[in-house]
């Protein structure tokens, strides 16, 4: 394995146990069962990828991140318990964030498996793990958009009630 293709395997691996503590910190946050569901298969699916790259660092004798990875948790950890207080919307889309460094990471990975034909192979596996990123990324923006959405329609439906209040509507005419 080449220089450039050690550090993105230790940019993914770090990048995904960000992710990793960033979403563990909203499991116990929320009442929503469908955004606590989604969290936890995103956490479970970021797990299996973090293992797959600290094994194949493993297996090459070169040493896990872990400083570099704790710090990456911690982070991960802080700023989603940060978050959480600013609602989930928020939350999803500083996740989009992450989740949009992942896929370049994973896009430019995909680019060096042509200078590196030890890990040739794997391409398979790689784009298996952008294409899973890329659904999170994708259910993370759209529930975004949803939770804003329903937002924004609560909202109307307040200003709508009152505008359109006979008697409201009534007495405006007397003031």
Known sequence: ??????????????????????????????????????????????????????????????????????IAKLAGSIMGEALELSGPTITCKTGVAVGKKLLIAYHELLQDITKDPEIAELE?????????????????KNYAERLKQKEY???????????????LNVNMRWI
Request: charged share 25%; aromatic share 12%.
């Open 153 to 167: 329609s609560k909202n109307s439906l307040i200003m709508d009630d009152i505008n359109n209040h006979p008697t």
């Open 1 to 70: 394995m080449d220089k450039q293709t050690i550090q993105r395997f230790k940019q993914i691996y770090e990048l995904e146990r960000f992710m990793i503590a960033f979403c563990m910190s909203q499991l116990s946050s929320t009442e929503d069962k469908f955004y606590h569901l989604a969290f936890s298969k995103i956490v479970e699916t970021e797990k299996k990828h973090a293992r797959f790259f600290a094994n194949k660092l493993a297996e090459n004798d070169i040493s896990v991140p872990r400083l570099t990875a704790n």
């Open 124 to 140: 398979e596996k790689f784009l298996l793990f952008l294409l899973e990123e890329e659904f999170h990324t994708l259910w993370l």
